[in-house]
């Protein structure tokens, strides 16, 4: 509060006329009754700048571009924080499911998408997505090819197959006839590659946007089978969401060319 000078002189007392009076205090109260206004709000940009959480669930692969969309989400939204949950797209659909606050979920395959059922509200796809081997710097195994994972000596993870990435490589190892037998199957894309990058793992099969975003930790190596499942990733607000329009707003920027040039930065294909 602003405190007014003292001032040191003495001042005699006037007669304050009674219409004055009346005047300052029909003035007072008008000035309250449009203040209450806004405070219940009447004044959008009152309600704009309210402080917004938003939680928003996305599969694992999704990562490093969803936390760069988020970045540029807040910065053009003040008083939103957005709070990314990652992980496989069938335990973030079983957790929505169960009661977890949700108001965005992003899935890596249109199944999981389906799984989430009245819960998605008008899902749109936004990305496209394939595998990729992975391998350590060194290439221990010498792999090369996708018939080179079914070797008896080579110590293969890939995703469980209720993941899309796992599911996406059963697919792919079936069309092309390969029979894989991996010594683990994770719940998560991103759980594969660290077993890779740590040496804990031969090869790994995850997604090409994964590879890339590891940089120098892993090599990577395309092989012409992977062209038979492509994922398709879609995007929704979730019913019950207590920021629809907020959710709807995030949801339009990854949609929009901003959220879609970070994407295709990062490797993803168009929907």
């Known amino acids: 509060m602003t405190r007014l000078p003292h001032s040191t002189a003495v001042r005699h007392p006037r007669r304050v006329r009674p219409w004055l009076v009346v005047a ?13 206004s806004n405070a219940d709000g009447g004044d959008d940009g ?10 928003v669930h996305a599969a694992a692969s999704l990562t490093s571009t969803f936390t760069e969309i988020a970045e540029k989400f807040e910065s053009e939204n003040p ?3 957005v709070t990314l949950n990652f992980g496989g797209s069938s335990d973030l659909v079983a957790q929505i499911q169960s009661g977890v606050p949700a108001d965005v979920f992003a ?10 059922g009245e819960l998605a509200v008008a899902p749109e796809d936004f990305a496209t997505n394939t595998l990729e081997i ?10 090369s090819s996708l018939a080179d994972l079914a070797g008896s000596d080579v110590r293969l993870v890939i995703c469980a197959v209720e993941v899309p990435c796992g599911n996406a490589t059963a ?25 890779v990058a740590s040496g804990e793992a031969d090869a790994g099969l ?24 492509v994922n398709t990733y879609p995007i929704t607000v979730v019913e019950g969401s207590e920021h629809e329009k907020v959710a709807q707003q995030f949801v339009e920027l990854v949609l929009a060319k901003l959220g879609q040039q970070i ?9």
């Not at 009152?46 to 939680?55: G, W």
């Not at 899935?107 to 989430?116: E, G, I, P, Q, V």
């Not at 994407?263 to 929907?271: E, H, I, R």
């Open 134 to 143: 992975v391998v350590p710097p060194d290439n221990p195994a010498d792999i």
């Open 171 to 195: 697919q792919v190892a079936e069309a092309a006839g390969v029979t894989l037998s991996p010594v683990s199957q994770e719940q998560s894309v991103t759980d594969v590659l660290g077993k």
């Open 24 to 36: 300052a205090v029909s003035a007072l109260l008008v000035g309250a009754g449009c203040g209450s």
């Open 79 to 81: 008083g939103v924080t």
């Open 263 to 271: 994407l295709a930065d990062a490797g993803f294909g168009k929907p």
């Open 206 to 229: 995850v997604y090409v946007t994964d590879v890339k975003a590891a940089g120098d930790d892993v090599e990577g190596i395309t092989f012409p089978e992977s062209g038979s499942v």
């Open 46 to 55: 009152a309600t704009d700048a309210r402080e917004v959480t938003l939680t």
């Open 107 to 116: 899935s890596a395959d249109l199944k999981n998408m389906d799984k989430l």
